[in-house]
């Protein structure tokens, strides 16, 4: 049976990268790979664009779970759903791609970030969690060498704005449970 696979990691940690080389290798083999991604991540507009320049447009924007219902059940010959940022998904759009994953019998990989600057998860990571057949971590490093857990914010003059609202370029920097310790709890 297909799997619901959810693929996680701080920012910077590779996930658009990884994410476009799997649409890529079903591609490449004639097999249809849906891109989809939520309406309300504008960066790279109808496009997801990877850090080191590969970028492919999007098959679907997500809003709603019945938009996104409607779209997975008027697709034919479906191999693969991969979905990118799904932290920014409503709770129940995760339950629309998992439904689909069992009903349809087609693999669904999901990648997002699972917590944000202030170390929270976003609800939609916590729906990932608890349906998730698979769950893999993707690690960027902390400027210190251990694995980055957590998303630190840089200049947090800001702090009024709850949760990641964009990975941009240079915003949130990834560090290890130490580090952002150091930096962003022990301070307030
Ligand atoms: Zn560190």
Not at 54 to 80: I, M, P
Not at 81 to 90: I, N, R, S, T
Not at 107 to 133: H, M, Q
């Amino acid at each position: 049976m297909a799997k619901f696979k959810y693929v996680y990691g701080t920012v910077k940690a590779g996930k658009s990268t990884a994410l476009l080389q799997v649409v890529h290798n079903y591609e490449q083999n004639w097999m249809k790979a849906l891109l989809i991604k939520p309406k309300r991540d504008t960066k790279g507009n109808d496009s997801v664009v990877s850090r080191l320049g590969v970028s492919r447009k999007v098959d679907y924007l997500a809003d709603t779970g019945e938009g996104l219902h409607a779209f997975l059940h008027s697709q034919s010959c479906v191999a693969c759903v991969v979905c990118d940022e799904v932290q920014f998904l409503e709770q129940d759009c995760i339950d629309v791609l998992w439904a689909y994953c069992k009903k349809a019998n087609v693999p669904v990989l999901a990648y997002g970030l699972r917590t944000d600057y202030t170390g929270k998860a976003f609800p939609a990571s916590i729906r990932c969690f608890e349906l998730a057949d698979e769950v893999e971590e993707l690690a960027a490093l902390c400027n210190c060498g251990r694995k980055g857990r957590f998303n630190y914010k840089l200049n947090q003059e800001n702090t009024n704005s709850a949760g990641i609202e964009d990975e941009g370029v240079d915003k949130y920097r990834p560090m290890c449970g130490q580090c952002y310790y150091e930096s962003a709890v022990k301070g307030e």
